[in-house]
């Protein structure tokens, strides 16, 4: 059973920066891709970054620039550098995984940018 745990939220100012991390763990984990999302208050979840395949990389066109996503395939972990944060970019970000005949999603964490 293949399990995402999320880490590296938490309550920054505007401007500063945060890294999520996501990994994935169990037995026979094979990953076709992962992806972070997110959801604020009162809005439906969103697409925010993903790797495909390992190396096809994909943002939500306006977070490129300030959102990096990471892969270190080696550790099945996958990692979101948050740059410039702004009040707006406050939501719950969670992980996501494609295992191909199934899907995974984390817990999410929290992320607060206060003004």
């Known amino acids: 059973q293949v399990q995402l745990v999320e880490s590296g939220g938490g309550l920054v100012q505007t401007g500063q920066s945060l890294r999520l991390s996501c990994v994935a763990s169990?037995?026979?984990?094979?990953?076709?891709?992962m992806a972070w999302y997110r959801q604020s208050p009162g809005n439906e979840r969103e697409f925010v970054a993903a790797?495909?395949?390992?190396?096809?990389?994909r943002y939500k066109e306006s977070l490129r620039g300030r959102f990096t996503i990471l892969g270190d395939n080696a550790k099945n972990t996958v990692y979101l550098q948050m740059n410039m944060l702004k009040p707006e970019d406050t939501a719950v970000y969670y992980c996501?995984?494609?295992?191909?005949?199934?899907?995974?999603w984390g817990q999410g964490t929290q992320v607060t940018v206060s003004s």
């Open positions: 996501y995984a494609d295992l191909g005949s199934s899907e995974r």
């Open positions: 169990g037995t026979g984990v094979n990953i076709k891709s």
């Open positions: 790797i495909i395949g390992g190396t096809n990389i």
